[in-house]
């Protein structure tokens, strides 16, 4: 089972933009759905983007971030981003970057998160 260590956090303030990396410790290509989770302070965390296994992924977004933020995956890097753009200060969370792998109903594997705060 892979590992998963994000980065790319940071204060940024609304309207900007941050890129968060997650990188995996093996081949996530073809194996594992990856997706992008947060947690507000003081709130259960909450689904932001997934991406697929497959060789021509589909994406899904939350409600919330969908037309500000986009998830994308470079399989020869092992590595899942996220984009964010617009931020508001209601993005301010611990995002946290999860796998689920093949036949799994739920993402079993999880970073330890990122902070991003995004300042009025």
């Known amino acids: 089972q892979v590992q998963l260590v994000e980065s790319g956090g940071g204060l940024v303030q609304a309207g900007g933009s941050l890129r968060l990396s997650c990188a995996a410790s093996?081949?996530?290509?073809?194996?594992?759905?990856m997706g992008w989770f947060r947690q507000a302070p003081g709130k259960e965390r909450e689904f932001a983007a997934t991406i697929t296994r497959s060789d021509i992924p589909s994406t899904d977004y939350a409600a919330s971030v969908k037309g500000r933020f986009t998830i994308s995956r470079d399989n020869a890097k092992n590595t899942v981003y996220l984009q964010m753009n617009s931020l508001k200060p209601e993005d301010t969370a611990v995002y946290y970057c999860?796998?689920?792998?093949?036949?799994?109903?739920?993402?079993?594997?999880w970073g330890q998160g990122t902070q991003v705060t995004v300042s009025s």
């Open positions: 999860a796998a689920r792998g093949v036949g799994r109903s739920l993402y079993d594997v």
């Open positions: 093996g081949r996530i290509a073809g194996s594992y759905d």
